[in-house]
């Protein structure tokens, strides 16, 4: 019953900023993790940043912390991730994602819902 749909990747070089959007149709309770994952070429999709839907608890990878943050706009729907200081390690397809229950937000297996991802490239 849910869908997911992400948009805002694109190109650039290393240092600058990019905000990617996650547009959710569908029932979310508030019980449930929302989260932003990535899986880069040959590597395992891995959790960036997650956030309880009370608002009140947000979880980042160690990788990123500092330079991202996650948001929630509940009235519009929709999941935002904010990137600064943008590397090359960042680049991969980044996914959103809804959960069905609260716990761990970057742990995947909590998520049942996933969309179809974003393009995100960091060059130096």
């Known amino acids: 019953q849910v869908q997911l749909v992400e948009s805002g990747g694109g190109s650039v070089e290393a240092g600058g900023s990019l905000r990617l959007s996650c547009v959710v149709s569908?029932?979310?309770?508030?019980?449930?993790?929302m989260g932003w994952f990535r899986r880069a070429p040959g590597k395992e999709r891995e959790g960036v940043a997650g956030?309880?839907?009370?608002?009140?608890?947000?979880y980042y990878a160690d990788s990123v912390k500092g330079r991202f943050t996650i948001s929630r706009d509940n009235a519009k729907n929709t999941l935002f991730l904010e990137m600064h200081s943008l590397k090359p390690e960042d680049t991969a397809m980044y996914y959103c994602?809804?959960?069905?229950?609260?716990?761990?937000?970057?742990?995947?297996?909590?998520?049942?819902?996933w969309g179809q991802g974003t393009q995100v490239t960091v060059s130096s």
């Open positions: 956030v309880r839907d009370n608002g009140g608890r947000t």
């Open positions: 569908g029932y979310v309770h508030g019980s449930r993790c």
């Open positions: 994602a809804a959960g069905r229950s609260a716990g761990y937000c970057l742990n995947k297996l909590l998520y049942n819902n």
